[in-house]
T-cell receptor, first 118, second 109 residues
Framework: GAVVSQHPSWVICKSGTSVKIECRSL??????MFWYRQFPKQSLMLMAT?????????EQGVEKDKFLINHASLTLSTLTVTSAHPEDSSFYIC??????????????FGDGTRLSIL | GQSLEQPSEVTAVEGAIVQINCTYQ??????LSWYQQHDGGAPTFLSY????GLEETGRFSSFLSRSDSYGYLLLQELQMKDSASYFC??????????FGSGTRLLVRP
């Protein structure tokens, strides 16, 4: 159980394009979803926290107008990288928190999206 | 602020035991998680400690001491497939996870 599906798994696009990444919890309801970014050889950096039906909370230094997050339902959150540039090339990973009060696993991670901007 | 410290690299031989330490400095600490990540892959959950003590899951164990702001991951009977990066991550009361810089484990035959 507790599967998080992230789509697409990889995308290559031209500079200036906007790219949308979807994160779905398949068999549980996610009160909260998180978006991370990871550059090569580095750790996962939390970008933002999204709660269903409300605006996302962005971490310091993350441009909210560049990285648009929508959490329209308890099973779907999307991250849109607007006007992407080569420096936005990275591994983007989402995770979801189970709505259950207690879970032995704090967050369930998707398989990530590898974004390459040419 | 929040920061977690863990060694950058550890090397061990197949069959051995290795311990990866993690120290954290934060307010609002709720629990400590450990994740494994192979090159090119997503992080895989290993364990979570909210209370002091040892949690054992097969070959992997994790320990937490809240009074010392310290935890460790213990890997026993190392196998070649255990070569990966290991991250400790602290969770706060809002369920946010802040990751450490990661420890690259190399298991040699």
């Amino acid at each position: 159980g507790a599967v998080v599906s992230q789509h697409p798994s990889w995308v290559i696009c031209k500079s200036g394009t906007s790219v949308k990444i979807e994160c779905r919890s398949l068999d549980f309801q996610a009160t909260t979803m998180f978006w991370y970014r990871q550059f090569p050889k580095q750790s996962l950096m939390l970008m933002a926290t999204s709660n269903e039906g409300s605006k996302a909370t962005y971490e310091q230094g993350v441009e909210k107008d560049k990285f648009l997050i929508n959490h329209a339902s308890l099973t779907l959150s999307t991250l849109t990288v607007t006007s992407a540039h080569p420096e936005d090339s990275s591994f983007y990973i989402c995770s979801a928190r189970d709505r259950q009060v207690y879970s032995n696993q704090p967050q369930h991670f998707g398989d990530g999206t590898r974004l390459s901007i040419l | 602020g929040q920061s977690l410290e863990q060694p950058s690299e550890v090397t061990a031989v197949e069959g051995a035991i290795v311990q990866i330490n993690c120290t954290y400095q934060t307010s609002g600490f709720y629990g400590l998680s450990w994740y494994q990540q192979h090159d090119g892959g997503a992080p895989t959950f290993l364990s979570y400690n909210a209370l002091d003590g040892l949690e054992e899951t097969g070959r992997f164990s994790s320990f937490l001491s809240r009074s010392d702001s310290y935890g460790y991951l213990l890997l026993q009977e190392l196998q070649m497939k255990d070569s990966a990066s290991y991250f400790c991550a602290e969770m706060d009361s809002s369920y946010k996870l802040i990751f450490g810089s990661g420890t690259r484990l190399l298991v040699r035959p």
